[in-house]
């Protein structure tokens, strides 16, 4: 199919695309040095709405060069046809698929931005909790996918919550110690009260380690010490 290449400096015509990444002013910046050098022929991409597909970075530098802006109209193309596009030249960060699906309204992704807005958390952080310790690897992939679901939206920001309370006292963001203390937590025998109290003396001794194994080993030393009644954190009950 050929699409008519059409020509305007009506700017305010384009529009972002709900769901596409936000534009980067240090892109737009290298883009506008570029085409002050040499201005290459180049059109962008927009639908029957003028939503644009291809090319918002473009538009911006062409808008601050006061140049004509080149576009073609592909009827019926939308996210999905953006995201191709921008497969091919820059690949979307986390950061930038967490962005499109809250600006699609998902309140999972919304979920997720939210607690590491509320909590100063990194995403990683954040879906490693959402599935409760467990390195966070299939919430990766269904983050990157689109089909995220985290049914238990109050029960993750209450880990969360207890989690930082051992943060509060000794910095545990490192990615074994907060996968170790999100395991611990769901043990019904961890009393994250009394860990932290053995913790206000015992703080020196707890250490990040290679592998989240060993940093439960270490928790649960730490959790026992002078108890008579001994807890095995190793294993989740």
């Avoid at 305010?12 to 040499?38: A, C, D, Y």
């Avoid at 309370?165 to 990615?175: E, P």
Wanted: hydrophobic fraction near 35%.
């Amino acid at each position: 199919m050929t699409h008519l290449i059409k020509s305007t400096t009506d700017y305010n015509k384009f529009r972002k695309l709900n769901g596409n990444r936000p534009v980067r002013p240090n892109h737009v910046k290298r883009i506008v040095e570029s085409m002050q050098k040499q201005l290459l022929p180049t059109f962008i991409e927009v639908n029957e709405h003028y939503e644009i597909i291809d090319g918002q970075h473009r538009i911006e530098a062409l808008k601050e060069l006061e140049l004509p802006v080149n576009y073609i109209v592909n009827v019926g193309a939308g996210l999905q046809e953006a995201q191709r596009h921008n497969e091919i030249k820059q690949k979307w960060s986390y950061l930038d698929i967490l962005e499109s699906h809250c600006a699609a309204e998902n309140d999972n992704y919304i979920f997720i931005k939210y607690l590491m807005n509320q909590y100063n958390l990194t995403l990683l952080n954040v879906l490693c909790a959402c599935e409760k310790g467990n390195h966070g690897q299939r919430k990766q992939y269904a983050f990157i996918k689109g089909t995220l679901q985290i049914p238990n939206k109050k029960e993750v920001e209450e880990l969360v919550r207890k989690a930082l309370k051992i943060n509060a006292l000794t910095n545990i963001m490192r990615k074994t110690m907060w996968t170790a203390c999100l395991k611990c937590l769901q043990n019904v025998d961890f009393d994250v009260d009394v860990f932290i109290q053995k913790l206000t003396y015992l703080k020196d001794q707890f250490t990040p380690q290679v592998t989240v194994k060993q940093q439960i080993a270490q928790i649960e030393e730490i959790y026992n010490y002078k108890n008579r009644n001994k807890v095995n954190l190793r294993i989740t009950k």
